[in-house]
């Protein structure tokens, strides 16, 4: 792997760069500030939040020309407010047995992507579930002790696409009136604005952004919670001690994390609240459409006003009580909800209904959206057709559609994998981002993606080192994946691709293709879910592998690349079409992945048949023996030792092999049979011509 | 079906036979039998270790089976009973001899004949020299045959390798049909593709019998018919009883009452009915059939006109499997019936036999990589990695810059070709533990995979070697003990050795200088130089330093060296090649050219001209990509092999060998040697044995005629004929494809099978993006009646439908 070339060739373009931007951009960067003053970058990064500081991090380390602009103060803002309760659920696990950096990795869901290995998360907070304060500390530290490149208080209103020189770029312009023209605009602005649904009295419920976050506040209070998320869970978790009663309500069940695997679901740090609920103390879930629904208060009626007056005053202190119903039982024709009566709430029709107990607080805990608004028309991608549409639709290579030039990163991006992987979250899209930068150097400096040139006879052991320890994989299942081009009697590793744009392989990543095919190597979750804790939730045997349910590896062999339709017909469920061949390797209760039996064999065996050859190792003796009596020695001793690289092995290793029967004993090629003597027989049945030949030959 | 009975009941017997048919013989009792002229097999020994014990369970077993044709199994217990010419000597205990009366007819490595199987096919082979004629090419095959023509039939065995059960199986019958037929034995692969087989790469054995007693001229040849079923004493009895029974059998009975040998050896029968008036064509179909399915099917033809024949006539055909009932039906054409019992019934029973070897094969927990296997069963042993420090991101470069060298070993734990080397290295580390300077550390992969990538180590297992204010220099040889021991001790000499002198130079030449090297290689390369300042100097060093480990290189640049090319063919600068004390030096001139190019060149003037090929050099020869002129040399040194060495090097000087490799191997360093003769030649001739193999144009291989003398002359006279195509060659190299050793298994034919949808393509034109929104809309949209209520259905969320 040769780290120099492409350095070398990394120092030439950014040299031409610097020579060209060199008179052209050098009266903007100095003097920013001014009014109506132009500035310009090769890449502007939208956000200086975890998806924009990584980028910032791989754009620092290519010596590309950037800038990340950001309206607040310091970097990862959102986090000085959410989550609200200020406990955050990714996970920092800093013992992990390993002193592998890599595999590290798959346990720190905090830190990001760096080559200094003292930049890590852990160096802020010891603990699992860290306090939201040390994220925005870690990326303050993360941007100092990198020198990246950032300028905060640039609030940008608008963006608009322009023409450079035939290539659409776009323009910025903040609040000051400062423009920035960006070849190539990588918006990593997050999910920030408040998702609200609107319903009648939507106006009288507080939002999980602006409410107290004291729980005295909430004493002896009932709570409607809209939303059944990790927002909510986490604010009824909050009040559960002073609350007198916490209902929870949307469209969908609960999604419980460990059921699903996708750690956007309900987490279980957050889930105390299924606890009351099932032991029935007082709190609940609820189903049902948000659209229908209406948040009242009652109309008081003469005789209940003269009966509640003195009470009221005491108990509520001036608060009037919320109530909600549906959109159908309200007034048809003036839709004047200030005249509620009891015919007016479902409790009337229906005598038991679930919610019909008035509440003090109706609290929204409904997510965030993109905010499109920013964009111009011009250079608006379009919402995405998944996730309700609060998250810009983009390509599969990350790039705004029908926006080109435009790449989406981080929180933002997650349309692509949302509900299915980790590609919304810290750990998940600092791989996305690192693979998004790959394909920047590729389509705007002409550098191909790094790949590992190896010989055929080392890609098991490749194979099995990616899969014990890569955390790309890993976290980003089914989305990211490692491409094996096979060349004969080599073949090319690239790590880390993003699946969906499998199709446009040769294009994004520099990388031709022959006519041998390739593999893909992905992690991914069973598609069968039974139970998750029930009995035979996990596989042991290899050959059954595929019924696996547990994060496993699985590997592709293609002959030829998969088209676009190919990969729209994909089976459901699968992160790829049908392939030529498949290969599961069985689930592994420690995620290793690397015994002889139940892994390595069964890998081996799948690659001899996706390469037609024997990938068997020999030791020297037994190439020895094949190098003289076949023309064609097995790929092992041609790569090795006829390269004079054989593995010798000892006396005790070759007894073994030879009492396995594998290696040829030189007296006896084929260790005898176990039959005996059938000459009586011979005696006997051949009676009648029993030899008369004498001895004296 | 009787036979089967009758082999259990013997087998019962004999295991019920305590008493040892083996006898032991004192002095006087060696005597008489030397005079009764019997035969015997005799095994002279003095004392018992575990081969020796092994050994004599199965000369007992051997013991009880040659009785029955008249050999006696014999030990004599050397200590007890010292006889001249036996006791004595360092073939003790390894030979056994088989005696005719007292003399010696041959002897044998106990090696060869390891187990019963092989002392009874050895010793029958012997025994029986004369009437088993052994064959290697077609032509010597041809002139049996025609021999043999209106005479008598012939059995052809092809064993390939001797000793083996089918190789026994092959001498019982031929001593027990010896006086019927003519019996040829043959393992070369040139018979083989003359008796038609398509696939050499088998190492079946295979057996043919070739009726030419009833040849009606002497012209024609003779029909053969090769036997489908394994090798084995009671399929070939089998078989030789149907090659005796009469092609067609005429009965007039019905098929049910017809009794034909071939139901008694459990073969199919087919009947043919026949009218009177077609009798004759039914006779000749009949003929024809019987022809081609002979040796499989029996042929009877049964003649509608008697009354004992009650079959409808809607039937013209009938066929008997064993132990089944008749089947009837209707025939429509020769080929048709061919057809059936060639494509149908008797390929139903070989599939049966298929699959279980498949499964057999296939077990597919089994481990079968000679490797991965060797290591999985040292898996409970702990590594001891004492004497090897390993290393950490934290240690790392502090300790590779500490000593002169410092090794390195970058592995993975799961790795099975790592931890089969690992062993190798600890045992350097062992051998080396104490030196100073030297220093044998590891890096483990799987943990410290930031280490392994800052060292661009792609390639597993890796051997680095680091030195202070350098960088490192990849192991590039074995990875065996031996090579990387070797390695480093020459590595921690200089590369090169500065001479000063001319003195210098001749005690560096004849090994005295760095005479502590001189086990290690004994050949030395002298770069010379008519001055430091020649422009070759520094490649030269360059150069040096890439082979540092791998040679030993001596640098002169000097006004002296002139006097070291003085009289020869080149001029300077030149490179002088010693291959150890005493023999003459080769000089070359030196080119100047990159370090690189010089690196080859130093490699290829150090490679020997007439080499012992070992398993650690072979790379190095078979790179030159020239024919191989290989001897085979046997374990003890005798007389002829060195003569045979010398006979070589001979034409070797005088350069009429420069087109070939002429190279040896011996038997006693090399054991594989022995594999690699049975795989040219399919048998081991007597030592020391000559063979060209390798050749460009593909895969035969020749063998020098054993029977002429191993000389110079004739050797050159072999090769001319070889190379005008006037020698029939003695094997073949086969061009095995290496591809995958067990079937696949796919995962994607069981994914098809148990679960039909789940890996199916979709239809097209479903709309992926989006759907689970759509759907989950679909799923909630309330009734207008119903009213939201608690999910109190525990089912709730697991009915859910995840994406």
Known sequence: ?????????????????????????????????????????????????????????????????????????????????????????????????????????????????????????????????????????????????????????????????????????????????????????????????????????????????????????????????????????????????????????????????????????????????????????????????????????????????????????????????????????????????????????????????????????????????????????????????????????????????????????????????????????????????????????????????????LPISQLQSWILRRVNEASGPYQMFGVLGDIILLRGSYCEYLEEFPLQALPQLSALSGRPLTDQGLLVLVMQYGLNRTDTLGPGRAESEWTKAWRSNFLHPVLYYYNTLPTE???????????????????????????????????????????????????????????????????????FCRQGYLRKQGIVGNSHLWQHAREAGLMADHQRDITPGDDTSVSEYLKHAGAAVVSTMNFDL | ??????????????????????????????????????????????????????????????????????????????????????????????????????????????????????????????????????????????????????????????????????????????????????FVQTSGTLVLKHMGVVDLSSSQARLWFLHCKGVSRRSDPCPSTPMRKPLNTINIHTFLQLMEAPLVTESVLDPSEVDVVHLHLGVPVLYLFSQPQTQHLDRATAQTLGLQLRGEVGLVLIHRDSPNVKTSLKYNAAYRLPQEDVKYFTLNSAEGVVKLFKEELLQEQKLENEEEDEEHWSDLDILDDEVSESVYRDRDLMLDLESVIELTSDTFQITVTQDDITVVLFYFKWDAVCMAFIQSYIEVADALEGMNGVKLAAVNCGEWTDICSDQNVTSFPTVLIYRPMAAAQLYRGMLGTKSLHRFILLSLGSSPYILSSSAEVMSFMEGDLYSKHMYLTPVRVLGLFSSTHDMGVTSFEEAARLLRGESILGLFAHKEAEQWVEGLSVNLPALLVSRGPGVPYEVYSLPSSSPTDLVSLIKQVELDRFPELTVENLPWYLELGKPLLLLFIGKEDSTESTKALAEIKQPLSSGQLDSFLPCWIHLGRTPVGRSILEKYLGFVPPLPVLVMSQLKTGEEVFLFPPERPLMAKNILQWIHDVENGQEQPAGLIPDGKWGPPVPFFDFLAIMDQEAPTYAVQRAPKMKTGGREDHRENKHVTPNQKQTPHPSSNPQAPRQHSEL
């Open chain 2, 1 to 182: 079906m009787c036979i089967v009975y009758l082999i259990a009941f013997l087998f019962s017997l004999t295991s019920e036979q305590c008493s040892s048919k083996l006898m032991e013989d004192s002095s006087q009792s060696f005597m008489e039998r030397m005079h009764t002229g019997k035969t015997s097999f005799i095994y002279f020994g003095n004392h018992v270790n575990p081969t020796i014990k092994l050994f004599m369970e199965q000369l007992e077993m051997s013991a009880d089976a040659l009785q029955d044709y008249g050999i006696s199994v014999v030990k004599v217990n050397c200590s007890k009973d010292a006889i001249a010419n036996y006791c004595t000597g360092e073939k003790l205990m390894t030979k056994a001899y088989l005696f005719r009366g007292s003399e010696v007819l041959r002897s044998f490595d106990i090696d060869t004949v390891f187990d019963v199987n092989a002392i009874v096919s050895h010793v029958l082979f012997s025994v029986l020299f004369n009437e088993v004629r052994y064959v290697h090419t077609p032509a010597e095959l041809l002139r049996v045959e025609s021999a043999a023509k209106q005479n008598s039939d012939i059995v052809v065995g092809h064993i390939p390798v001797l000793g083996l059960p089918e190789h026994r199986a092959l001498m019982e019958a031929a001593f027990v049909y010896g006086t019927k037929y003519q």
């Open chain 1, 565 to 635: 339709k190919d990969m729209r017909q994909r089976p459901v469920g699968w992160p790829l079409p049908r392939p030529e061949a498949l290969h599961h390797m069985v689930e592994d209760f420690l995620t290793e992945w690397d015994q002889p039996i139940s892994h390595s064999q069964p890998l081996r065996r799948f690659l001899e048949h996706c390469l037609q050859t024997d990938l068997r190792a020999f030791y020297a003796e037994s190439c020895f023996l094949l190098s003289l009596t076949s023309r064609t020695p097995p790929l």
């Open chain 1, 1 to 453: 792997m040769s780290v120099i070339q492409p350095l070398f060739r990394l120092l030439c373009v950014l040299s031409l760069v610097l020579a060209g931007s060199g008179s052209g951009s050098g009266s903007g960067s100095g003097s920013g500030s001014g009014r109506n003053a132009s500035v310009s970058h090769e890449y502007c990064v939208l956000g200086a939040g975890p998806a924009g500081l990584q980028m910032g991090y791989f754009l620092s380390r290519s010596q590309r020309d950037y800038i990340i602009l950001e309206r607040n103060a310091g970097p990862g803002s959102f986090f000085q407010i959410y989550p609200r309760h200020r406990k955050l659920i990714s996970i920092n696990k800093i013992y992990t047995g390993r002193r592998n950096k890599e595999f590290n990795l798959r346990h720190d869901w905090n830190s990001l992507l760096s080559d200094r290995p003292s930049l890590l998360f852990q160096r802020i907070s010891r603990e699992l579930y860290p306090n939201a304060d040390d994220f925005p500390r870690y990326l303050s530290t993360f941007v100092k002790e990198l020198g990246l490149k950032v300028k905060y208080g640039a609030d940008i209103g608008t963006i608009k696409a322009s023409d450079f020189n035939g290539n659409q770029g776009y323009i910025l312009t903040d609040q000051n009136g400062v423009s920035y023209q960006c070849s190539v605009l990588l918006v990593s602005t997050g999910l920030w604005v408040p998702q609200q649904v609107d319903f009648l009295g939507s106006d009288l419920v507080e939002g999980y952004e602006s409410i107290p976050t004291d729980p005295e506040e909430f004493k002896d209070q009932a709570v409607l919670i809209l939303g059944k998320g990790n927002s909510a869970f986490e604010t009824a978790q909050s009040i559960l001690g002073r609350a007198s009663r916490i209902h929870l309500y949307s469209p969908s069940p609960v999604r419980l994390a460990w059921q699903t695997h996708y750690v956007g679901d309900l987490r279980a740090i957050n889930n105390e609240l299924l606890d009351t609920y099932q032991l029935k103390s007082l709190d609940g879930l609820v189903e049902g459409r948000l659209e229908d629904i209406a948040i009242v208060r009652r109309e008081k009626d003469g005789l209940r006003r003269r009966m509640a007056k003195k009470r009221s005053q005491k108990s509520t202190e001036g608060k009037e009580q919320l109530y909600l119903t549906l959109t159908e039982l309200l007034d048809q024709n003036g839709n004047n909800i200030s005249k509620i009566t009891g015919q007016n709430l479902p409790g009337f029709h229906t005598d038991n209904f679930s919610l019909r107990q008035p509440y003090d607080r109706v609290i929204r805990c409904l997510g965030f959206r993109f905010n499109f608004s920013i964009f111009d028309g011009s250079a608006r991608p379009p919402q995405s057709s998944g996730a309700r549409g609060r998250l810009p639709g983009i390509t599969a290579w990350y790039e705004g559609r029908g926006t080109p030039n435009m790449f989406v990163l981080g929180t933002a991006a997650h349309s692509r994998d949302y509900r299915m992987s980790a590609g919304g979250f810290v750990h998940g899209f600092r791989y996305t981002v690192r693979a998004v930068h790959k394909i920047l150097e590729q389509r705007y400096h002409n550098i191909a993606w790094p790949a590992t040139k």
